[in-house]
Each structure stands twice: as structure tokens, then as C-alpha cells.
């Protein structure tokens, strides 16, 4: 077992990236909570305990959640990783919001939309209000993209996590992608 990941409580784990410590809960059907980057472990532990509760996973650490971490890892480094293979446990939430993120789970690394298009392409045209209420109430970023949800203009938006938008436009910036307005042109001109 990979000793700088702390397991405080059975269906949970606390782990250390290059963005900050992040924390996961997850039930025998999947991935229940993520936690994005806080500055301590015990900040990561409390965020996840008063988000997620208590787990009703068994003791033992599913192969997969080793494996996310992992990937979880990787992409604070910069690298292009897919999280949409990993097992989301949804249970509880209504179908919009599921609808919603099934949605946002299609957007790759790298790839934004606005909360409109994210609206569109989930059947629920002209709904970016509710679309953005959705995001925000995301039990799984990161694994369930809610940061590459833009404003209209490529105005970074809204992030619920620490940090807020600074946070997720640090993700975006991992994945290359650059918000906001382009910069001002200057012309040379050599008379």
C-alpha cells in the first residue's frame, strides 16, 4: 500500500499532487466524492468528511481507486489523462444533473464549452443557468470535468472548489487552455 496515501476511514483516501492535497470517498459502485487541492491533508480530510460522510465501502481499497490516484498524479503534472472509464456512483442525483454530466464527462483534456453548449449538448437547450447550478453541485470534479465549463465569451465562470476560480483556471492552464480575452495586437511597423 502506498504509504503517502493516509486511508482515514474505510471508503476514504487523502493523497498529496503537485496542485495540493486532494481526498476521494467512494461507495462499492464507484467514485462518490472528489475533493480538489487544499493546502494540508487535514484540510483535504475535513473538506471530504463534511462532503461525503461516512463511506459504505467495504475495507478493502478497490484496484481502481490505486489506479485513480495514480491518474489523479499524473494530470497535476501536466499530463493528458482520461478519467472517463472511472466508475462514478451517482445515486441520489436527479436526471438533469446526471444528464449534465454525462455531458461534461464527453469533453477531453483540453476541451472547454460554455455552460450553454453544455446545456445543448445535454438535450436541455437554453437551461445554462441550471447548467451551472449542476456544475456547481458536481460531487466529482476532475472526473467529472466541471472546469472545462466556460462562461460565454471564454470567461473563465464559476468553480465551487478552494480556490474558486483561480483553482480552475489552473486546471485549464495544466490542460493548455488559455481564458478570458485574447491579448491586445501590436503592430510593428519599421518606417
Known amino acids: 500500500m502506498d504509504t503517502t496515501i493516509s486511508y482515514p476511514r474505510p471508503g476514504h483516501a487523502v493523497f498529496e499532487t503537485t496542485l495540493g492535497f486532494m481526498a476521494l470517498a467512494w461507495s462499492d459502485a464507484g467514485l462518490t466524492r472528489a475533493c480538489l487541492p487544499e493546502k494540508t491533508a487535514a484540510a483535504a480530510e475535513r473538506r471530504l468528511l463534511r462532503l461525503a460522510g461516512e ?4 475495507r478493502a481499497v478497490p484496484a481502481w481507486i490505486g489506479a485513480l490516484i495514480a491518474d489523479i ?6 499530463e493528458d489523462v482520461d478519467f472517463s472509464a472511472v466508475p462514478v456512483d451517482l445515486a441520489g442525483v436527479d436526471e438533469f444533473r446526471r444528464d449534465i454530466y454525462a455531458a461534461a464527462r464527453c469533453l477531453g483534456y483540453g476541451e472547454t464549452t460554455t455552460y450553454g453548449g453544455l446545456a445543448e449538448k445535454s438535450g436541455h437547450k437554453g437551461l445554462f443557468r441550471e447548467t451551472g447550478a449542476a456544475l456547481g453541485a458536481n460531487p466529482v470534479p476532475l472526473v467529472i470535468p466541471c472546469h472545462r465549463i466556460l462562461a460565454a465569451g471564454g470567461k473563465i465562470g464559476g468553480f465551487s472548489a478552494t480556490g474558486g476560480s483561480a483553482t480552475k483556471e489552473r486546471m485549464l492552464s495544466l490542460e493548455g487552455v488559455r481564458t478570458g480575452p485574447p491579448p491586445s495586437a501590436q503592430a510593428s511597423f519599421g518606417f
Open 55 to 58: 463511506s459504505d465501502a467495504g
Open 73 to 78: 498524479r499524473r494530470y497535476a503534472e501536466g
